[in-house]
């Protein structure tokens, strides 16, 4: 019997060990039902992408296509760096987004959330617009924009500690499940 299971994989675009946008994503994931699978990619692995090294594709392109197709849906968490979404992100969106990989990305819904010591909301419009270029379901609300230049919504290794900024998350993932039905 197939499982009924929702599954969400996120992908944080910063690769620090222990950044805010992974806390962003590690406390969303605190949000949902042992109903939901909600699984982190480690985009780390991903090497740069060059249209010569597509064929065979890398084992780790091909794990995190095969993690994105099994998803119900997405969630990006990203910081903003010169004014826009961050290499990491626009790497990974390279690579998934070759055909000839087939990574399921038309119509999945996504959902966007960031935080910065300065607002996403122009990286997180840059993304949005990559997006829906690859055709996904951009969620469009809740807005989560989160400016921590007092650097009290994070300890120090992360984790989110800001009640207003769970209680977002939440209307996140209200949104997101209602997305994917």
């Known amino acids: ?33 042992s109903e939901v699978v909600f699984t982190i990619a480690d985009l780390s692995e991903i090497p740069l992408y060059n249209p010569d ?9 091909l794990a995190l296509a095969s993690m994105v197709n099994q998803a ?12 826009s979404y961050t290499a990491v992100l626009k790497n990974t969106l ?19 959330i960031g935080t910065a010591s300065i607002n996403v ?9 990559v997006l829906l270029a690859l055709n ?13 230049t007092e650097h009290d919504k994070f300890d120090d290794l992360g984790n989110l500690i800001d009640v207003d900024t769970v209680n977002m998350l939440i209307r996140v ?4 499940l209602e997305a994917i039905g």
């Open 121 to 129: 909301a122009v990286s997180q419009s840059h993304l949005r617009d």
């Open 94 to 112: 390279e690579w998934l987004s070759r055909r000839s990989l087939g990574a399921h990305l038309a119509g999945k819904p996504t959902a966007l």
């Open 173 to 176: 993932r209200d949104a997101l």
């Open 72 to 83: 119900d849906g997405l969630v990006i968490s990203s910081p903003e760096y010169n004014l």
């Open 136 to 148: 996904l379901d951009v969620l469009t609300r809740p807005i989560v924009q989160i400016v921590d």
């Open 1 to 33: 019997m197939p499982s009924s299971r929702v599954h969400i994989v996120g992908l944080c675009g910063s690769l620090r060990k222990h950044s805010c946008n992974r806390g962003l994503l590690n406390a969303l994931k605190d949000q949902f039902s």
């Open 53 to 61: 090294n597509e064929l065979p594709y890398p084992d780790s392109v």
